[in-house]
């Protein structure tokens, strides 16, 4: 059963996203702020990582969602190794990121959200995960979603086969959830870090 405060919750916080587009000017200086913390955070994970990140997974926006197909294609672009994946979503099972490029065919998946056509599925790295709200609490990253629990159940299916890639969350500086609000629950799995347009950190 669905909590009904939660979903109002999650229903301001996608008409607080959508209503940034209103000004043109200062959402494309904020969106292009949250690109450059992308690149940042990816130089900074590769500087320390002990393996080479060749696969990122990321989002088809929808609703307000900011766009960073665009960056992650320059930053694919300058390793021939490196690959992009977005999400194929079936309802009730644990996503798989299939491979993307600008020239592969689309289809509409679950909830008419765009996926790859039957390309290969690919073993991310890295996963950027779209928020509609975040929170930070106990030194950890949390993030609300639409409610589907699809990232939480796929993050679960990674850690049982330790295999769990590198999540890092996408959202605005306004969609911080206070914990007043909003405290995540057991089946909630915390984030690696967050970005938003004036942030770019990994948790502790």
Same mark, same amino acid.
């Given at each position: ?10 229903? /301001?916080? #996608? ?15 904020? #969106?292009? +702020? ?5 690149? %940042?955070?990816?130089?900074? &994970? ?16 929808? @609703? ?11 930053? @694919?672009?300058?390793?021939? +190794? @490196? ?5 194929? $979503? ?7 990121? !299939?491979?993307? /490029? ?6 509409? *998946? %679950? ?5 790859? /056509? ?10 950027? #995960?779209?928020?509609? *709200? ?10 609300? =979603?639409? *409610? *589907? ?12 086969? =330790? @295999? ?5 969350? &996408?959202? %605005?500086? $306004? +969609? ?10 057991? !089946?909630? !799995? ?9 942030? !770019?950190?990994?948790?502790?």
């Amino acid at each position: 059963m669905k909590n009904p405060s939660i979903e109002l919750i999650r229903k /301001d916080f #996608i008409e607080k996203r959508l209503d940034l587009q209103t000004d043109q000017a200062n959402y494309l200086l904020s #969106i292009d +702020s949250l690109n450059k913390n992308i690149l %940042f955070l990816l130089q900074e &994970i590769e500087k320390t990582a002990t393996k080479q990140l060749l696969h990122v997974g990321f989002y088809w926006p929808i @609703r307000g969602e900011p766009s960073i197909t665009k960056t992650l294609l320059e930053w @694919r672009n300058q390793n021939p +190794s @490196r690959k992009l994946a977005l999400p194929v $979503c079936k309802e009730g099972q644990v996503l798989t990121f !299939h491979e993307w /490029d600008p020239t592969f065919a689309m289809r509409k *998946g %679950f909830a008419n959200i765009s996926e790859p /056509d039957e390309t290969s599925i690919l073993d991310v790295d890295l996963i950027f #995960i779209p928020c509609i *709200g975040w929170q930070k609490s106990a030194n950890q990253v949390w993030r609300l =979603g639409y *409610g *589907g629990g699809f990232y939480d159940r796929t993050i679960q299916s990674w850690e049982k086969i =330790g @295999r769990r890639p590198i999540c890092i969350g &996408i959202g %605005f500086e $306004c +969609s911080q959830v206070p914990s007043s609000k909003w405290i995540p629950l057991e !089946h909630d !799995h915390p984030l690696d870090g967050l970005l938003t347009e004036s942030n !770019h950190q990994l948790t502790p």
